[in-house]
């Protein structure tokens, strides 16, 4: 009773950390009383340990300075899911084993799932920081994010991450499909990031592949020729970087293409799902870089695509207070 | 709604360091108001102990002098149940001395005793035989002896008054 008291007047933290390969969000909401009366978002970069140690003190000296913090994130593991319902017998016509994994039923209608050795991993990648409170599905980002443009008839939704993509279909009330999928490995990312490191520090000594270049060059101008990626501009040192980014971004987005494509036929072609016809297909980029994205699924899966820029830490926050607070 | 796969942990509002500390002073704390009650308890005991003893030793002394009180009234009652004892004695010995000195044709009817005084009631078959038998013997007992004699149908009915003076009765008291 007293602590309760008490607490009303204590500020809380609400730390949102979302670690996406070379990249951090760090979304912070102090919160007094269930009032929010400050904010504080950060960007990080994870390229080597002197940018990723920037973020450890940012958060230390948050947990330093707020007795009461709430640390929170998104899972990123290959063994996490959702499906239809919230039956046990569900999972195993889907032909997922529960043993060792956390089954979190959601609005009592679908269920979301991950390893419980992820979800080990995950706290203990948090220890350093003061451990995690919560532990969010990328899924539940999506149904949050999209809900108000949910209806009765089935939106494929998207986010789209650097190292991962969450697809999962749902309409207005319930899951029909989930399906995720690890566009590059962290191990991979941080030595693309030690080798950037290294090239700003002894030079561009280590050009792309040429070959694979070119074949991106021709993937891209197939799919769209009026694109705006600026490829004749490649010869031009200057916009060198940029075009690299422009191709890595680019072969992701074939990935995800791809990834939409064997998710489409699993859904429809699987007879264990609900396969209704889908009518959109909806984007949630957290950064933004790409926008041919949308074109090309467009051109592809012939289907109307939305693509909207994603609060992703912001959300996660508030998923956090409500876990919290409610 | 829960919508995380792990559940948000309890947080303090105290930090690690101070809760040891508080928790230090708290103990110590409680440690010394036990220490502090189980003390006045104690003092509170003993106070009590030695207001009872002090009503105690009031009740015993005044009871010591009930009880002397009682010893000198019982000191005096022996005293005078001695004394009683001994005047019943010496009673039963002048009755018997009495009766050994009236002759066997005399017979007494009545007896009456006080301090100084023996007055006897009976009959005899002469005048003769009482003032042969009986009157020389209460003579040498009793300072004077009168007596007086009426005719009864079995002979002559007596009455005899014998007086013993203070100094004689002291000086025979003195003698036994």
Redesign the interface.
């Known amino acids: 009773m007293f602590?309760g008291i008490?607490?009303k007047f204590?500020k809380?933290a609400y730390i949102s950390v979302i670690k996406d390969g070379d990249v951090c969000d760090v979304c912070v909401k102090i919160l007094k009383n269930k009032t929010e009366i400050s904010r504080d978002y950060r960007r990080f970069s994870m390229a080597t340990r002197e940018s990723s140690k920037l973020m450890y003190e940012f958060i230390g000296n948050l947990t330093t300075k707020y007795?009461?913090?709430?640390i929170?994130t998104i899972?990123n593991s290959i063994n996490q899911g959702g499906v239809p319902g919230c039956d046990k017998q569900n999972f195993q016509k889907y032909e997922i084993d529960t043993t060792n994994a956390?089954v979190?039923c959601?609005?009592k209608s679908w269920s979301?799932f991950?390893s419980n050795y992820d979800?080990d991993a995950a706290?203990k990648e948090f220890e350093d920081i003061g451990?995690?409170?919560?532990?969010?599905?990328s899924i539940?980002v999506l149904k949050r994010f999209f809900n108000s443009e949910l209806d009765s008839s089935p939106t494929l939704c998207i986010l789209k991450q650097k190292t991962s993509a969450t697809i999962a279909i749902f309409t207005k009330d319930s899951l029909l499909f989930s399906n995720y999928t690890i566009l590059k490995a962290e191990s991979q990312d941080e030595e693309e990031g030690a080798k950037k490191q290294d090239e700003k520090i002894f030079g561009d000594e280590n050009e792309l592949d040429e070959e694979r270049l070119v074949d991106l060059d021709d993937i891209a101008l197939e799919l769209k020729d009026d694109s705006d990626l600026g490829l004749s501009m490649m010869d031009d040192e200057s916009s060198n970087s940029e075009n690299t980014m422009s191709i890595e971004s680019l072969g992701n987005d074939l990935k995800i293409l791809e990834f939409v494509k064997s998710s489409l036929m699993q859904f429809y072609k699987n007879p264990m799902y609900q396969s209704s016809f889908i009518e959109k297909i909806s984007i949630a980029d957290p950064y933004f870089e790409s926008p041919d994205i949308k074109n090309l699924l467009e051109n592809e899966i012939m289907l109307p695509v939305t693509h909207k820029k994603i609060e992703l830490c912001e959300i996660t926050s508030a998923?956090?207070i409500?876990?919290?607070l409610? | 709604?829960?919508?995380?796969?792990?559940k948000?942990?309890s947080?303090?509002?105290?930090?690690r360091d101070t809760k040891f500390w508080l928790s230090f002073i708290i103990i110590s704390s409680a440690i010394l108001v036990a220490l502090y009650t189980v003390m006045e308890f104690e003092i509170a005991k003993t106070k009590e102990n030695t207001k009872k003893a002090t009503l105690d030793r009031k009740f015993l002394s005044a009871e010591a002098i009930r009880l002397k009180s009682n010893y000198d009234v019982l000191k005096q009652d022996l005293a005078f149940a001695i004394e009683i004892k001994t005047s019943n004695t010496l009673l039963r010995d002048n009755i018997s001395n009495i009766f050994a000195i009236i002759p066997d044709q005399v017979t007494l009817s009545k007896i009456e005793i006080s301090s100084n005084c023996l007055v006897l009631y009976g009959n005899t078959p002469s005048k003769e035989l009482y003032n042969l038998h009986l009157t020389p013997a209460l003579k040498s007992i009793f300072t004077t002896s009168e007596t007086s004699f009426s005719r009864s149908p079995n002979g002559l009915k007596f009455i005899s008054i014998n007086k013993l003076n203070k100094e004689d009765e002291e000086a025979e008291h003195a003698r036994q």
């Open positions: 602590g008490v607490r204590a809380a007795g009461i913090f709430y929170s899972i956390t979190v959601i609005d979301i991950a979800i706290k451990g995690i409170d919560c532990l969010f599905s539940v998923l956090a409500e876990e919290v409610y | 709604m829960r919508t995380s796969f792990i948000p942990r947080k303090s509002l105290l930090k």
